[in-house]
C-alpha cells in the first residue's frame, strides 16, 4: 500500500514547483515589459512587477489560509472528531497558522510601498497591514498559548469525570458532569479568552478586507501615453 501521506520531501517538491513558477513568471515580465509606469490618481509609480507579484502571494496566501482555517477547517473538524481529539488538533495547528500569518503579512508589509504610493501620495504607512500584524502577534505570542493552556486543564478534568468524547459538542451530555464546579469555571476562562482570540483573527480579516479594497484600486487599467 503506497503512502500518500503529505511528508516533508513531497512538501518541499512541491513548495520548489511552485517557487520555480514564480520565477519563471517574474523572468518572464521581466523579459518582455521590464518596467513601465501608469499614471493612478494623478501620481506616478513605476510598474514593478516582482515586487507586486511577492506582494499579492505573501498577501492572498495569508487572506486565503484565514478564511479556510476561520470558517471550513475548525467547522469540519468539530462536527467530525471527539472534543478532546479535536482540541489536541487544534492546539498544534493554531500556533502553526499564526505564525505562518505573521510571517506571510510581514512579507505584504515589506512589499506594500507601491500600493500605498499609488493610492496615496501623502500616506505611505500601511496602516490596515500593521494592524493585522497586530492581532496575529497577539494571537501568537499570547492568546493562542494562554487559551490551550486553559484548554489541557479543562480536559484534565473532563478525564476525571469521564467525559471528552462527545462530537460536535462543547460539554457534556450529563448534566451532572456539565455542572461540575472545577470544570465551570475553566469552560467560563476557556471562553473568554478563545472569543477574544477569535475577535482577533475577525478584526484582522476585516482589516484585510480593506486591504484588498486598497489593492483593487490599482487594477484599474489605464492606457500608456508617449
Not at 500600493?115 to 500601511?126: F, G, L, R, S, V
Not at 467525559?163 to 476557556?190: C, M, Y
Not at 480579516?205 to 486591504?211: H, M, P, R
Amino acid at each position: 500500500m503506497s503512502n500518500t501521506a503529505p511528508t516533508l520531501n513531497k512538501q518541499i517538491v512541491r513548495g520548489s514547483i511552485l517557487a520555480a513558477i514564480l520565477g519563471g513568471c517574474i523572468w518572464f515580465s521581466s523579459y518582455s515589459t521590464a518596467s513601465s509606469s501608469s499614471k493612478i490618481g494623478g501620481g506616478t509609480i513605476m510598474n514593478d512587477h516582482s515586487t507586486m507579484l511577492l506582494h499579492l502571494v505573501a498577501f492572498a496566501s495569508w487572506f486565503g489560509c484565514s478564511v479556510w482555517v476561520s470558517f471550513v477547517a475548525g467547522i469540519v473538524m468539530f462536527k467530525n472528531l471527539p472534543r478532546h481529539v479535536f482540541g489536541r488538533l487544534q492546539s498544534k495547528l493554531f500556533p502553526a497558522y499564526f505564525l505562518f500569518s505573521t510571517g506571510a503579512i510581514v512579507i505584504s508589509i515589506g512589499t506594500s510601498g507601491r500600493i500605498t504610493t499609488a493610492t496615496d501620495a501623502k500616506n505611505t504607512i500601511p496602516y490596515s497591514l500593521i494592524i493585522i500584524l497586530a492581532c496575529t502577534l497577539l494571537n501568537l505570542l499570547y492568546f493562542e498559548p494562554a487559551t490551550t493552556k486553559v484548554m489541557y486543564k479543562r480536559h484534565a478534568v473532563e478525564k476525571r469525570l469521564g467525559t471528552g468524547h462527545e462530537i460536535g459538542k462543547i460539554r457534556p451530555d450529563d448534566p451532572v458532569k456539565a455542572n461540575d464546579p472545577q470544570l465551570k469555571e475553566l469552560s467560563k476562562t476557556f471562553g473568554m479568552l478563545h472569543g477574544i482570540s477569535t475577535l482577533l483573527n475577525l478584526a484582522a480579516l476585516g482589516f484585510g478586507c480593506i486591504w484588498l479594497s486598497k489593492c483593487a484600486e490599482i487594477m484599474i487599467v489605464v492606457p500608456n501615453s508617449n
